[in-house]
C-alpha cells in the first residue's frame, strides 16, 4: 500500500500532510492543536479572541497578548511536535501576537484575512518560525511572492490557498462564494501552481502550496494531492472531536445541521462568512440591528457605528454554548460531521481512506 507523501516546509517534516485549520474565539486551542500534532500533522491555535476574558484591570491587547502567550505555552506543555498559530491580518493587535509567536518561537505563523505584506519585517532574520499566508486568489499569491522579495528577499515559507467551501471569514466575493463553481478549490489549485512554480523556478526556493476549503475525506486528500499540492488543510472537521474545547452546544450544530442549513452571511470584518442558521443568523440575515457596546477594538476593518451585529461577542457566545446569542462558524461540509470521536481515530481513519485509495 502506498504511504501519504511528508509535507517538508524547510525544516518541518509533517505526515500525514495535513494542517489543522486555525479557528478562531476558542475552537482550535491547545488542546485541539496538541492532539493534533502529536500523530504527526501540524496542530494550529487560533490567536483572535484570548482577550476577551481575564483580567479587566489592564487593555484588551496586554490580556490579548498574555492569555496568547499562555495558550501557546499550554500546547508546548501538551506536545512536544512543532505547531503553528492562526493570526489573522485584520486584528488591530495584529503586530503584538506576531511578535508573541516570534519570542515563542512556534513553528509557524499562517497569516489570513488580508495581505500580510510586511510580515517578515516582524521577524528576526535568525528565526525559525515559518511565515506562512493564507490566500484566496492568483493576485494575492502573485502580489505577496512578488512584494516579500522585493522588500525583503525571501518568500513565502508556504503558502496556503483556501477555496470557496471554506470556513470562517472567506477571500471572495459574496457573489462567488454563493456560486463557488467558477472559482473551485481545483480550478483555483491549477492557477495558483503555475504562480508558484514561475517564482521556484526564478528563484531555486521551493514554495510547498497546501490547499483547504472543502476537503473532508481521505480520498478527497488523494485527488488534491495528484493535483499538484503539497498537502492540505483541514478545519470543520475537527469541530467534534473530543479534544476540541467548544461546548457541547456547538458541537450539537454539526451534528444536527443539514445542508440547507448552512448559510453565508455578510460579516463586520468586510468579508463573506460560512456559518450554520439559527435563530441569532436570520435575526442579522433580516437587517436587525442587535446593540452592542464595542469594548475589544478587535478588527481593523469593522466600523461599530455601522454594524449591526458585534461578530467578536457573537461568537464568544457561540463558544460558551450561548447560540441564542451567536453561531457557530463552519465549512460548506459540516452537515456531513455525525459523530464526535477523538483526533486520533479521525486522522487514522482519514490516513487508512487515503492510503487505500492510493
Same mark, same amino acid.
Not at 492543536?33 to 476577551?52: D, H, K, Q
Given at each position: 500500500?502506498?504511504?501519504?507523501?511528508?509535507?517538508?516546509?524547510?525544516?518541518?517534516?509533517?505526515?500525514?500532510?495535513?494542517?489543522?485549520?486555525?479557528?478562531?474565539? $476558542?475552537? =482550535?486551542?491547545? /488542546? #485541539?492543536?496538541?492532539?493534533? +500534532?502529536?500523530?504527526? @500533522?501540524?496542530?494550529? *491555535?487560533?490567536?483572535?479572541?484570548?482577550?476577551?476574558?481575564?483580567?479587566?484591570?489592564?487593555?484588551?491587547?496586554?490580556?490579548?497578548?498574555?492569555?496568547?502567550?499562555?495558550?501557546?505555552?499550554?500546547?508546548?506543555?501538551?506536545?512536544?511536535?512543532?505547531?503553528?498559530?492562526?493570526?489573522?491580518?485584520?486584528?488591530?493587535?495584529?503586530?503584538?501576537?506576531?511578535?508573541?509567536?516570534?519570542?515563542?518561537?512556534?513553528?509557524?505563523?499562517?497569516?489570513?484575512?488580508?495581505?500580510?505584506?510586511?510580515?517578515?519585517?516582524?521577524?528576526? $532574520?535568525? =528565526?525559525?518560525? /515559518? #511565515?506562512?499566508?493564507?490566500? +484566496?486568489?492568483?493576485? @494575492?499569491?502573485?502580489? *505577496?511572492?512578488?512584494?516579500?522579495?522585493?522588500?525583503?528577499?525571501?518568500?513565502?515559507?508556504?503558502?496556503?490557498?483556501?477555496?470557496?467551501?471554506?470556513?470562517?471569514?472567506?477571500?471572495?466575493?459574496?457573489?462567488?462564494?454563493?456560486?463557488?463553481?467558477?472559482?473551485?478549490?481545483?480550478?483555483?489549485?491549477?492557477?495558483?501552481?503555475?504562480?508558484?512554480?514561475?517564482?521556484?523556478?526564478?528563484?531555486?526556493?521551493?514554495?510547498?502550496?497546501?490547499?483547504?476549503?472543502?476537503?473532508?475525506?481521505?480520498?478527497?486528500?488523494?485527488?488534491?494531492?495528484?493535483?499538484?499540492?503539497?498537502?492540505?488543510?483541514?478545519?470543520?472537521?475537527?469541530?467534534?472531536?473530543?479534544?476540541?474545547?467548544?461546548?457541547?452546544?456547538?458541537?450539537?450544530?454539526?451534528?444536527?445541521?443539514?445542508?440547507?442549513?448552512?448559510?453565508?452571511?455578510?460579516?463586520?470584518?468586510?468579508?463573506?462568512?460560512?456559518?450554520?442558521?439559527?435563530?441569532?443568523?436570520?435575526?442579522?440575515?433580516?437587517?436587525?440591528?442587535?446593540?452592542?457596546?464595542?469594548?475589544?477594538?478587535?478588527?481593523?476593518?469593522?466600523?461599530?457605528?455601522?454594524?449591526?451585529?458585534?461578530?467578536?461577542?457573537?461568537?464568544?457566545?457561540?463558544?460558551?454554548?450561548?447560540?441564542?446569542?451567536?453561531?457557530?462558524?463552519?465549512?460548506?461540509?459540516?452537515?456531513?460531521?455525525?459523530?464526535?470521536?477523538?483526533?486520533?481515530?479521525?486522522?487514522?481513519?482519514?490516513?487508512?481512506?487515503?492510503?487505500?485509495?492510493?
Amino acid at each position: 500500500m502506498h504511504k501519504l507523501p511528508d509535507l517538508l516546509i524547510g525544516d518541518m517534516k509533517i505526515n500525514p500532510p495535513i494542517i489543522q485549520g486555525g479557528m478562531g474565539v $476558542r475552537v =482550535s486551542t491547545a /488542546k #485541539l492543536a496538541a492532539a493534533v +500534532s502529536n500523530e504527526g @500533522a501540524f496542530g494550529v *491555535i487560533a490567536s483572535v479572541g484570548l482577550g476577551e476574558e481575564g483580567r479587566q484591570d489592564i487593555s484588551y491587547e496586554e490580556r490579548s497578548k498574555i492569555a496568547f502567550r499562555e495558550m501557546i505555552h499550554e500546547t508546548k506543555r501538551l506536545t512536544k511536535n512543532k505547531f503553528g498559530v492562526n493570526i489573522m491580518y485584520a486584528l488591530t493587535n495584529y503586530d503584538d501576537l506576531v511578535q508573541v509567536a516570534i519570542e515563542e518561537n512556534v513553528g509557524a505563523i499562517i497569516a489570513g484575512a488580508g495581505l500580510p505584506l510586511h510580515l517578515p519585517a516582524l521577524r528576526d $532574520r535568525n =528565526s525559525s518560525t /515559518k #511565515l506562512i499566508p493564507i490566500i +484566496s486568489s492568483v493576485r @494575492a499569491a502573485e502580489l *505577496i511572492c512578488r512584494t516579500w522579495m522585493r522588500r525583503y528577499k525571501l518568500l513565502p515559507d508556504a503558502l496556503i490557498l483556501e477555496g470557496p467551501l471554506a470556513g470562517g471569514h472567506l477571500g471572495f466575493k459574496y457573489s462567488e462564494v454563493i456560486r463557488p463553481v467558477v472559482s473551485s478549490l481545483e480550478n483555483l489549485l491549477d492557477e495558483v501552481l503555475s504562480v508558484v512554480r514561475k517564482f521556484e523556478n526564478e528563484f531555486k526556493l521551493k514554495i510547498p502550496l497546501i490547499a483547504g476549503g472543502g476537503i473532508f475525506t481521505g480520498e478527497d486528500i488523494v485527488k488534491i494531492l495528484r493535483r499538484g499540492a503539497s498537502g492540505v488543510q483541514m478545519a470543520t472537521i475537527f469541530v467534534c472531536t473530543t479534544e476540541c474545547d467548544v461546548s457541547p452546544a456547538y458541537k450539537e450544530a454539526y451534528l444536527k445541521s443539514k445542508p440547507e442549513d448552512i448559510a453565508v452571511i455578510l460579516s463586520p470584518v468586510g468579508m463573506p462568512a460560512r456559518v450554520i442558521r439559527n435563530k441569532f443568523v436570520e435575526r442579522i440575515e433580516s437587517g436587525e440591528k442587535i446593540k452592542f457596546t464595542c469594548p475589544y477594538r478587535c478588527l481593523k476593518t469593522c466600523d461599530p457605528y455601522a454594524a449591526n451585529y458585534c461578530i467578536a461577542q457573537a461568537l464568544v457566545n457561540a463558544y460558551r454554548g450561548n447560540l441564542d446569542n451567536g453561531f457557530a462558524m463552519c465549512g460548506a461540509n459540516a452537515y456531513r460531521v455525525k459523530k464526535i470521536i477523538s483526533v486520533r481515530e479521525l486522522i487514522n481513519g482519514l490516513v487508512k481512506e487515503a492510503e487505500s485509495v492510493m
